[in-house]
């Protein structure tokens, strides 16, 4: 009786683990979604900086990289997790997400009237973050949430200070940003001049068939790269006992540049995006996390990739 229960069960915790995984994405694709939408008026009003919302740029490139590197650090124990139904209360959570999407979308084509004062600013704050904060309740659940804290406490909380460390860490290495974003320049420039009519308009923008944009800190690819270090290292540290010290060492720089390298893609298809394809949607895209899906990939594909040869014998 023993051995033919095992089988059943393996299908039970693959199809919890794949459940998980389902909902991870669906929630990344909804997220770089409504930052597309939102995204490109938080940046071209007084939102950004007047509303603060500037706090939370960097700790989207956090949760989309610490989700992805939960999944990759942890695989092995989310394989045990239980298949959860969908009920009346995630579609309740889901409208609710959907009403502070268009609330706020209707809040930035109407900001000017609103004056930024402590009051304003919170009432803002608690829109856009119940945009997300309901989504996330609605695509997995309350009763799955308390389940996923019960059971991985210990890992959260690791993953809590990797994101403090990381988040304070962003302002020095921000600096950086002019010497990574002119390389950019420089290299987008030379790649797109084999597709089309390229143009550089004083020190940072770049004109392609059209289409232009400036290559600037979000060009430049700090955040994400720094990101990738830093979620690198900490996959290290925690397996530390595992791995390879030299391996890993000798991968590290390889792995950087890689990174790089991904950002230079995302700005060229941008451009020609933006150039063939469509020049709003482009501009929209330049300000979301869509970005973001490059360096998940990437990481994922490279973690997935070396992970085994950096182990030990």
């Known amino acids: ?12 915790m693959d199809k919890g683990f794949k459940q998980f995984i389902t909902k991870s994405v669906i929630f990344i694709f909804l997220f770089v979604f409504i930052s597309v939408i939102i995204g490109q008026k938080i940046v071209s009003s007084s ?39 969908f009920s009346k209360g995630n579609i309740f959570f889901l409208l609710i997400s959907l009403i502070a999407t268009i609330g706020f979308y209707l809040l930035e084509l ?3 009237r609103l004056s930024p004062t402590f009051f304003s600013i919170i009432l803002v704050h608690l829109l856009f973050l119940s945009i997300f904060i309901f ?6 659940g309350v009763k799955f949430i308390m389940d996923f804290i019960n059971k991985f406490k ?33 290299i987008t420039n030379l790649l797109l001049s084999f597709f089309g009519n390229t143009n550089i308009i004083g020190s940072d923008i770049l004109v392609f068939e059209g289409f232009s944009a400036k290559i600037g800190e979000a060009c430049s690819g700090i955040y994400s790269i720094f990101i990738f270090i830093s979620l690198y290292l900490f996959a290290v540290i925690l397996d530390w ?30 451009f020609i995006f933006g150039a063939f394809v469509s020049h709003d949607l482009a501009l929209g895209l330049y300000h979301s ?10 990481f994922a594909v490279f973690w997935s990739l070396s992970y085994n040869w950096m182990k030990k014998v």
Not at 50 to 77: C, D, P, T, V
Not at 289 to 298: H, P
Request: positive net charge; charged residues 15%; aromatic residues 20%.
């Open 1 to 12: 009786m023993k051995t033919l229960n095992k089988p059943k069960i393996n299908i039970i």
């Open 289 to 298: 996390y869509t970005g973001m899906i490059f360096f998940l990939i990437y």
């Open 47 to 85: 939102l950004l900086y007047g509303f603060k919302i500037f706090i939370y740029g960097g700790w989207g490139y956090i949760s989309l990289f610490s989700i992805l590197g939960f999944i990759l650090l942890y695989r092995e124990r989310l394989l045990k997790l239980k298949v959860y139904s």
């Open 135 to 140: 989504l996330i309740m609605g695509i997995f």
């Open 241 to 270: 006992k595992k791995l390879n010290k030299t391996k890993a060492g000798l991968i590290f720089i390889p792995a950087i540049i890689g990174a790089f390298f991904v950002n230079i893609l995302r700005v060229f298809l941008l």
């Open 110 to 112: 109407n900001i000017q």
């Open 154 to 186: 210990k890992e959260l909380v690791y993953f809590l200070i990797f994101g403090i460390v990381v988040y304070s860490l962003m302002n020095f290495v921000w600096q950086l940003w002019p010497y990574l974003s002119l390389i950019v320049l420089k």
